[in-house]
């Protein structure tokens, strides 16, 4: 139980430095000028992460948790 | 079908499983109808500005961005911590993502757009920068009332390990405001050359 929460913050904080790692990419790249298409790529890895992580897309359709 | 079948229907229909999948549901189809006014505001800035964007001040988006991702970290761990019972932790997290949350909105309604070297009445670029933040800026308020709520609840002990249902849909909320960012910030800030 304790384990799981460990590596649940873990996850957590791994998706949060992603993140923070494509956002400076996309700064980077968005300030000099590229194309924008690449700047829609990581938009979109960016909000796959957080749907699929932080808003549990999976769980939709499942009654798992109980609560 | 049998009447032996028709009370375990019934059953099934009342029971917090079944409850909580049409939760889930009606939640995510709530993000779905938001996500089509947030879209037509994407929309409208690329037919009006096309490869040209408002004049803002970089830094400042870049920080507001960051606050925002730093905001659904917090949002998260406090779900994950009620999710196991851990309510200090929960309400500490929660707490974070609150000010994190009065934060973005501070840089974004008190800086940027007092900053801004044009208002919303100044052509395209005024029309669809004050919209585009201002429907995101209402909605990231709307979220900081939820995270409120949660305090003020999670103080007085209304949410367990087992019961926690408002923790969920107002963590998925949260993260929904800070998904409709991750568009928002490169098609305002740095997709296309400065409006002349």
Known sequence: MKQERINEIRRGGLVF??????????YLLGTNAVPPALLWLI???????????????FRVFRSEGGH | MNAREQAMLADRRTSPGYKLLTNRIGLWLFFLSDSFVFGGLLVTRFYLLGNQRPHLEQALGLIVTSVLLLSSFFMNRAEVEISRGNRKAFVTNTLITLLLGITFLVGVVGFEWRDAPFGPADGPQGAVFYMMTGMHAFHVLTGV???????????RGLYSAERHWAVEAAANYWHFVDLVWIFFYPALY???SVVK
């Open chain 1, 17 to 26: 430095a992603v993140l923070a790692l494509l956002t400076a990419l996309e």
């Open chain 1, 43 to 57: 938009a979109l890895s960016k909000a796959g992460l957080v749907a699929w992580f932080f808003m549990h897309i």
């Open chain 2, 145 to 155: 009332f939820f995270l409120a709520i949660l305090l003020r609840n999670g103080l």
């Open chain 2, 190 to 192: 740095l997709i296309g």
